[in-house]
């Protein structure tokens, strides 16, 4: 005897009987389909935290320096320092007897600056024109030329600097036997106000002009002149 298949699927599945045709007759297939199965149900994801974006942080801007532009000398308002005469002109006027010398005719006052302790003049103009004459003097020809060639003189007017070429120097025998080297410059056109002449001479080293011995330093003259 054959064998017969018996296959059953229950609970809205297929329920099929299959059997050898010789033994169990036609195939007979009965489907039986019941119950419907819901749908599966979705799982939901699993839902992030929120996050929190927190708000910007309020910085003040940086303030930014705004550049202070540069005043133009406005031509029209004049010089703010006196004219500074050609060499030629200021050697003409070095036997103009109307126009004062600085030291020799103002102030009288030949006394040396220490380079801790510079000396400081202030002087009232009165007349247009002015020579600035500024000496140094040694025992002898021959020491003033030694001294001269060790030394660095500069020369300023309100803080700028004055060319030599501006000036006119020559040599002046005392009586007592020194000589001495004389740079003088011819100011006049006087803005009024006060002007500040510097005299400064620089010495490197020890050095002796045949009177006293200067140590190394910087010294200083400086000369208040107030214009009207």
Same mark, same amino acid.
């Given at each position: 005897?054959?064998?017969?298949?018996?296959? $059953?699927?229950?609970?809205?599945?297929?329920?099929?009987?299959? !059997? /050898? /045709? @010789?033994?169990?007759?036609?195939?007979?297939? &009965?489907?039986?389909?019941?119950?419907?199965?819901?749908?599966?149900?979705?799982?939901?994801?699993? %839902? #992030?935290? /929120?996050?929190?974006? #927190?708000?910007?942080?309020?910085?003040?801007?940086?303030?930014? @320096?705004?550049?202070?532009?540069?005043?133009?000398?406005?031509?029209? @308002?004049?010089?703010?320092?006196?004219?500074? @005469? &050609?060499? *030629?002109? &200021?050697?003409?006027?070095?036997?103009?007897? !109307? %126009?004062?010398?600085?030291?020799?005719?103002?102030?009288?006052?030949?006394?040396? *600056?220490?380079?801790? $302790?510079?000396? %400081?003049?202030?002087?009232? +103009?009165?007349?247009?024109?002015?020579?600035?004459?500024?000496?140094?003097? !040694?025992?002898?020809? $021959?020491?003033?030329?030694?001294?001269? /060639?060790?030394?660095?003189?500069?020369?300023?007017?309100?803080? $700028?600097?004055?060319?030599?070429?501006?000036?006119?120097?020559?040599?002046?025998?005392?009586?007592?036997?020194?000589?001495?080297?004389?740079? !003088?410059?011819?100011?006049?056109?006087?803005?009024?106000?006060?002007?500040?002449?510097?005299?400064?001479?620089?010495?490197?080293?020890?050095?002796?002009?045949?009177?006293? +011995?200067?140590?190394?330093?910087?010294?200083?003259?400086?000369?208040?002149?107030?214009?009207?």
């Amino acid at each position: 005897m054959k064998r017969c298949l018996l296959l $059953e699927v229950r609970r809205g599945l297929l329920l099929i009987w299959l !059997a /050898a /045709a @010789a033994a169990c007759g036609p195939v007979r297939v &009965t489907t039986l389909v019941t119950d419907t199965p819901p749908p599966p149900t979705a799982v939901p994801s699993a %839902v #992030p935290p /929120a996050t929190f974006t #927190p708000y910007p942080t309020y910085a003040p801007p940086t303030p930014t @320096a705004t550049p202070s532009p540069t005043p133009t000398p406005d031509p029209a @308002a004049g010089p703010v320092v006196p004219r500074i @005469a &050609t060499s *030629p002109e &200021t050697k003409v006027n070095l036997k103009n007897k !109307a %126009v004062p010398w600085l030291n020799s005719d103002l102030l009288k006052d030949f006394r040396e *600056p220490k380079p801790d $302790e510079p000396l %400081v003049f202030e002087v009232q +103009l009165k007349s247009a024109g002015l020579i600035w004459d500024n000496w140094w003097c !040694a025992a002898s020809d $021959e020491i003033l030329f030694g001294t001269l /060639a060790s030394m660095k003189f500069d020369y300023r007017i309100d803080g $700028e600097p004055v060319t030599p070429d501006s000036s006119f120097t020559f040599k002046q025998f005392l009586a007592d036997g020194s000589a001495c080297s004389v740079t !003088a410059y011819y100011l006049l056109d006087w803005p009024a106000g006060t002007h500040a002449l510097q005299y400064t001479y620089t010495i490197t080293g020890n050095l002796s002009d045949g009177y006293r +011995l200067y140590m190394p330093g910087v010294y200083k003259r400086t000369y208040n002149v107030a214009a009207p």
